[in-house]
């Protein structure tokens, strides 16, 4: 079955403070793993799609890297506007849904 | 850029009442998909529309539920016989071919 575990669960940060979140997945066959934010009462917001091991993507403080196992969404000199839950995703060869982890719960304190 | 618009924000309901949901994608987006959510966890996939042709459902999609997109636009989603389990966010989002799938905010479902 495919799966995806995302951790730690929760994770609080001064700003400032680097740190990056996990996602494992174990799948049949990946076409793509995607990261969403999601702010509360809000839809997933896209952030960054990967396709193979050894890509990386970057966005302002955010950097996604992926293996044949994880990925990895790197938060450099966070800010508290940085503050969401992170979802992480995978989409399986041949179909079209999306499979969630079920997210990390980021909070950035000034 | 109007983003996926989604009718109503909130919805409660008693327990054993239908509800409907609706779903206005980005234009031009001929792919539309639907996601049940709740607290805590990840979306969970519910089925997907490309043009007016639903061609995956989950599991869990019940025979209570029923997702339609008539004329390849709108998407509406009917919950029958409501149950307590309903209670939820429901996500919709839509895409372009080989591109990444964009939500709406969502319909979050109270029953009572």
């Known amino acids: 079955e495919d799966q995806v575990t995302q951790s730690p669960e929760a994770l609080r940060l001064q700003e400032g403070e680097s740190s990056s979140l996990n996602c494992s997945y174990t799948?049949?066959?990946?076409?793509?793993l995607f990261w969403y934010r999601q702010d509360p009462g809000k839809g997933p917001e896209f952030l960054f799609t990967l396709y193979s091991a050894g890509e990386e993507k970057e966005k302002e403080r955010l950097k996604a890297t992926l293996t044949k196992k994880e990925s990895f969404l790197h938060i450099t000199a966070p800010k508290p506007e940085d503050s969401a839950t992170y979802l992480c995703?995978?989409?399986?060869?041949?179909?079209?849904?999306?499979?969630f982890g079920q997210g990390t719960r980021l909070t950035i304190n000034p | 850029d109007t983003g996926v618009s989604q009718d109503p924000r909130h919805k409660i309901t008693k327990r054993g009442q239908n509800v409907t949901f609706r779903c206005d994608p980005i234009?031009?987006?001929?792919?539309l998909y639907w996601y049940r959510q709740t607290l805590g966890q990840g979306p969970e996939f519910l089925t997907y529309f490309q043009n007016e042709a639903q061609l995956e459902k989950s599991r869990l999609l019940s025979d209570r539920f029923s997702a339609e997109r008539p004329k390849g636009s709108f998407s509406t989603l009917e919950i029958q016989r409501t149950e307590q389990g309903d209670s939820a966010m429901y996500l919709c989002?839509?895409?372009?071919?080989?591109?990444?799938?964009?939500f709406g905010d969502g319909t979050r479902l109270s029953i009572l």
């Open positions: 989002a839509s895409s372009l071919p080989n591109q990444p799938q964009h």
């Open positions: 234009s031009e987006h001929n792919r």
């Open positions: 995703a995978v989409q399986i060869q041949g179909a079209q849904k999306l499979v």
């Open positions: 799948v049949s066959g990946l076409r793509g």
